[in-house]
Each structure stands twice: as C-alpha cells, then as structure tokens.
C-alpha cells in the first residue's frame, strides 16, 4: 500500500494550488479518502473527506467554500483543490485511506 502527495508549494495569499494524492497497491476505488493537515507545533486537523465513488463529501469549517475534494477513481488518485488561499492553510497535507498514509506534501502561504 502507498501513498504518495504531490502539489504542494509556495504561494501567495488568496492563491490556489491543487494537491494530489496517488494511490496503489490495493483497491483504491472501495474506499473513503481524508485529507488531513499539520502545522508546525500544532496537532494534525482533519480538513476534508470523499466517499467511495465520490457520492458525499464533507470539509472542516475553516476551508468549506474554498477547498474542493474530488476523486479519479481511473487514476487511483484524489485532488484537494485549494482556493483562496490564507496564511493560516501553511501545513504539511497528508492523504489518508485503508489505514496508511502518505508522507505529505508541504503547503506556505505567505506574502
């Protein structure tokens, strides 16, 4: 099982980004995917969940409006796009799914 984060970077606020997460080694489509967040010296905080098949999805209140969820179950990978974005979303992004998670990718808002 693994799986790998891509996207992240540097960017100005009320930019955007559109992180991805690419998974293998079991059958990725069956199961709901979470994306979580950690900013240094803080406790990791979930920020979005899709279901299998993407029928719901679900966001943290400090993104719902300005993060979208979606999944291609084609290419084993779920996106996190990222609008507006603050100063306040720098962290590092984790995926997670079937138990595991990824290594992250790291997000910097800043002017």
């Known amino acids: 099982v693994q799986l790998v984060e891509s996207g992240g970077g540097f960017v100005q606020p009320g930019g955007s980004l559109r992180l991805s997460c690419a998974a293998s080694?079991?059958?990725?489509?069956?199961?709901?995917v979470n994306w979580y967040r950690q900013a240094p010296r803080m406790e990791r905080e979930w920020v979005a969940r899709?279901?299998?098949?993407?029928?719901?999805?679900v966001y943290a209140e400090s993104v719902k409006g300005r993060f979208t969820i979606s999944r291609d179950d084609a290419k084993n990978t779920v996106y996190l796009q990222m609008n507006s974005l603050k100063p306040e979303d720098t962290a590092k992004y984790y995926c997670?799914?079937?138990?595991?998670w990824g290594q992250g990718t790291q997000v910097t808002v800043s002017a």
């Open positions: 997670t799914t079937f138990g595991s």
């Open positions: 899709i279901t299998s098949g993407g029928r719901s999805t």
């Open positions: 080694g079991f059958t990725f489509s069956i199961y709901p």
